[in-house]
């Protein structure tokens, strides 16, 4: 954060969060046993500070394009994820489910509920 600061610009200018060496993301913390999680999120829910992680950091690895007549939802495939998407597939969790609290917190509940819908009726 010293070197790129507390964000950088990212595809389309959006601001992001820097990550280190082009992995991690600079407010990533490690437990122990060497497990990731965020910083911003863990002190959010401790009450250290009074806003949440960047919603595209809580939708991750789920990213959105706005159009001109269409907001594109996709999941953004990655190597450091590989670990998270076989376990997902084990116990048949998608990607959506996954990602529940902020498909709600960015498009609201009647959205996900519509996708849930939609997704029983498809898959």
């Given at each position: 954060m010293e070197k790129q600061g507390v964000f950088v610009k990212g595809y389309n200018d959006e601001l992001e969060t820097p990550l280190?060496?082009?992995?991690?993301?600079?407010?990533?913390?490690?437990?122990?046993?060497?497990?990731?999680s965020c910083g911003i999120e863990k002190a959010y829910n401790k009450g250290v500070i009074d806003f949440q992680k960047p919603i595209s950091c809580h939708l991750y690895p789920v990213?959105?394009?706005e159009y001109d007549q269409i907001t594109a939802i996709n999941y953004h495939s990655w190597s450091i994820c590989s670990d998270a998407c076989k376990l997902g597939k084990s116990l048949k969790?998608?990607?959506?489910?996954?990602?529940?609290?902020?498909?709600?917190?960015?498009?609201?509940?009647s959205w996900f509920n519509s996708l849930e819908r939609i997704s029983k009726n498809t898959f």
């Open positions: 280190i060496n082009r992995k991690e993301c600079a407010f990533t913390v490690f437990s122990k046993d060497g497990i990731a990213r959105i394009n969790i998608p990607v959506y489910k996954f990602v529940k609290k902020a498909l709600i917190r960015k498009f609201g509940i």
